[in-house]
């Protein structure tokens, strides 16, 4: 039990943590199109990008794949870039309109997962067991996007609500911030 805290520890500080910006731009740039009403869609959301993130996060610890992480440190920001373009198309925030978010958010959080296989491959110990480790760094994980989804959440809920930006601006104004820093990040990651 000792190894599953240890575990959710570390997936929660991947997601809250100062040096985990680009994971809190994608879910920014994810949940920027959505209301508080919208937890139920919100929190699919971000279990698909687990989803996602555990898939390849498992294969790459396995040794199945195994990418160059220079080439992943530079695609995870280019996820964070595609997906904040994705929002400055939205005109209509209905359900079917912001159905590619899903598909997003599952693929995406494939090249995500491959950003930290090194980390955790190199923690585990020989007698720990690999499925238990990673159930509970992904629910961690999990627990983590849910904070920062909650966040967002309920700050474009007093954007729009108490200063009444409308929320077609104030999606601009997010996924536009996003897109800036993501960006740059993907610039400086250039891997040639």
């Known amino acids: ?31 920027a199109i959505y209301l508080i009403k919208d937890w139920k869609q919100v929190l699919i959301l971000v279990t698909a990008f687990t989803i996602g993130h555990s898939v390849t996060l498992a294969l790459s610890v396995l040794d199945i794949i195994r990418f160059s992480s220079r080439w992943v440190e530079f695609l995870i920001p280019c996820t964070i ?38 980390a955790i491959r190199f923690a585990l110990a020989e007698d720990q067991s690999l499925g238990w480790s990673l159930f509970g760094f992904n629910l961690g994980l999990e ?35 996003v897109f800036s820093i993501a960006l740059k990040m993907s610039l400086d990651r250039i891997p040639f």
Not at 87 to 109: E, W
Not at 148 to 158: K, R
Request: glycine share 8%.
């Open 81 to 118: 870039v595609l997906t904040a373009i994705s929002n400055l198309f939205q005109k209509k925030f209905t359900t079917k309109s912001i159905r590619i978010n899903y598909f997003l958010a599952l693929f995406f959080g494939l090249i995500h997962g491959m950003g930290f296989a090194n």
């Open 1 to 31: 039990m000792g190894d599953f805290g240890f575990y959710f520890k570390w997936g929660w500080e991947h997601i809250i943590s100062r040096d985990a910006l680009d994971h809190q731009l994608f879910i920014a740039a994810l949940a």
């Open 143 to 177: 627990a983590g996007q849910i904070a920062v989804v909650i966040c967002i959440l309920l700050i474009t809920q007093l954007v729009l609500s108490l200063l009444r930006v409308p929320r077609r601006e104030w999606v601009l104004f997010l996924s536009a911030g």
